[in-house]
């Protein structure tokens, strides 16, 4: 009987004591939890960025090698929105993103100017290029090869399918212009408008056998998929540059500023920019963006 209740009382002190080590480790990992969290809150804003940007940054596959870089290197959880350079503007403009990495300059500066961006910074640059059928019924390859005006105007007066982004992208702004160059108002059945991204567009190019205006590095990421050639480029005119915009947070009492200015400071590095320089170079023989912050 002595052993019985001996035992007994041995196992009610080992419970007691798991008891007590079990509260200890959940009181340190709710004071671990704590910690984490004032660490996410500070100053009250959680460590949290809203980059808004362009469909070819996303489409190419840049943002997805180089975002969790910065994510490891700062603590801070990059919220990648890919819609069309207008588009992220007008987030911009109504304090929905706490950055902006967008690709048409005079809408970007006009951004600036109106007190909605603190500054704006070069990154980097491509270019657009024309890409068609590989039979190229125009023979624009062999007729316009590197004049892009030229090719818009054969493409209106023979009327044959063009597929425009027709969602005030960069691309699009772009296109416009080359249109206006060219002193045509693009319009009939011919000019298909999709109101969609990059990589949407070219695949419905690729379907409707038609000519489409592309930058180059969404065009060599999906270059495999598609039964379409580049037919001209070169042009001058067809000269691509990507910004970075931090919003200014007097828009909005919630934008992330110094999330923002740490990841303008971080892209426009060197180490980034190289890494920007480097990207695609195994897969497709050459980058998909050339750095260029000064």
Partial sequence: MKKFLSL???LILIFVLLAGCSNSDT????EADTEVQAEENNDGKPQRLILATTTSTQDTGLLDYIVPMFEEETGITVDVV?????????MGKNGEADILLVHSKQSEEEFVAEGYGLERRDVMYNDFILVGPKEDPLKLKENYPNDIVGAFKAIAENQVA??????????????????????????GDWYLEAG???????AMANEELAY????????????DQLDLDIVVEGDENLFNQYG???VNPEINENINAEGAQKFMEWILSDKIQEIIGNFGVEKYGQPLFVPNAK
């Fill in 244 to 246: 970075i915009i931090p």
């Fill in 82 to 90: 890919a819609v069309g350079t207008g588009q992220a503007l007008e």
């Fill in 212 to 223: 489409t205006l592309s930058d180059r590095g969404t065009f060599l990421s999906m270059k």
């Fill in 8 to 10: 007994t009382l041995s």
């Fill in 196 to 202: 969609a991204g990059m990589g949407d567009v070219l």
């Fill in 162 to 187: 063009f597929v425009s982004r027709g969602d005030d992208s960069g691309t699009h702004k772009k296109e416009l212009a080359l249109w206006s160059k060219a002193g045509i108002k693009p319009e």
């Fill in 27 to 30: 009181n340190t990992d709710k």
